[in-house]
């Protein structure tokens, strides 16, 4: 038992002298443990020191040479500042010695200025006093001979270009209305209508008269005209303003003349008969002016007013056949100026038809004719021919072309008759209106009126001079004439070298 004891004592014993020293194994191997940590620490410090010593020598390092490199850069720019302050000091130097240079340059230019003006002065002086002018009177002199030289240049200048156009623009109508003319068949004189019936013998005067003057006085009421019977052998004269009531008048006293029965009632019969076939007349007549012109669609109305025109005479000549030649010059015209060729003969066939009422209704035939047209359905561009073919201002081609048509209908030769006492005053006014120019020597009116040829003194005009004066004699007769188609005006300027021989 006690060995028992002893030996569980003595392996408690060992035990808890094995246990210290596992312990003391333990805590050594801790120990060393802690001496390899801080070890590893320490070197890890030490590392972390090298490096963060490097890292902030090399940080030094590149600060420093970006300072030196600022501090370069610095001194680079001072030198630059420097220099251009030195440059412009330099600049500010010369310009400041140019000013002095100038300001006595121009102290010396004063003065020779000066001297000029004075010299200038000298002499225009002695200029003044040689001449007998002073500088005001010669230089309006000089000024008053430079306008003249640019007006004769200019006056030269517009008369060449003037003959320039005038050569291309007669060469282009003159084939115009020559084309159209020579397309054109139509009697140069018209016929003219008179008014005298003429008597089987001079007992039927007494048989016309009636008892009393019943029968005339019937006459004259049923038709509205004045029948002349006078001494003149066996002719009765009939006159009224209207050609219708006229012919009416003259074609009832025909048909009761080749009757023989002239008593009221039967005289009522025949005017009756008479007007009946003066208005089947009238209605032919008008349509076969549309036929002969190639014209269709015209208004009734139209067509009997244009037919009334057969017995309608301007200076002499047919107002209906007048008509017709316009309407086909017009046509003609405007075909060969690229016109609407129908327009311009409908306005060129219609341009009278105011004429027809004239009697009835006051005003311009034109205007009548025109509204007329308008009312009855007429286009607007031959409205505007019948409006203008007397007026200088047109709105459309066609309405040119029928007052070009009418113009040359119109004066051409035998086309208008008019009293020798209109002619000779129309021609003593054109002399008149030439003479009135000054430089004019001798006037001369020839061609019936269309044309004014004008002698000028050659001393007193030159040639540009005489081509202005045509043009403005020209102009005046245009104000202060009424004349129908155009007026010729020829200025004639020539010397003459006479030496006698003895």
Known sequence: MNFILKFLAALAGKGDSNKKAAEETQKQNAEEVARNIVTKAEEEKRKLLLSAQEEALNQRTVAEQEIKEQRQELNRLERRHDQREEQLEQKIEAQEEQQRTLAEKEAQVQVAIEEAEELKANQRQALEGIAGLSVVEARQIVVKQGEEEAQHELQKRFYDLEEEHKIKADESARRIITTAINRLATDVVSEVTTAVVSLPNDEMKGRLIGREGRNIRTLESLTGVDVIIDDTPEVVTISCFDPVRREVAKLSLQKLIADGRIQPARIEDMVVRAQTEIEQTIWKAGEQATFDVGISGLDSELIRLLGRLKYRYSYGENVLKHSIEVALLSGMLAAEAGANIQVAKVGGLLHDVGKALTHEVSGPHAEIGAELAKKHG?????????????????????????????????????????????????????????ISFGGVERVFAIQAGREVRVMVKPEDLTDVQAASLARDIAKKVEEDLVFPGQIKVTVIRESRNIEYAR
Do not use: C, Q, W
Request: charged letters at 30%; aromatic letters at 8%.
């Open 378 to 434: 007429i286009n607007y561009s031959s409205y505007r021919g019948i409006l203008e073919h007397h007026s200088d201002e047109h709105e459309t081609i066609e309405s040119f072309m029928v007052a070009s048509a009418d113009a040359i209908s119109a004066s051409r030769p035998g086309a208008r008759k008019e009293s020798l006492e209109l002619y000779v005053k129309r021609l003593k006014d054109l002399e008149n209106v030439a």
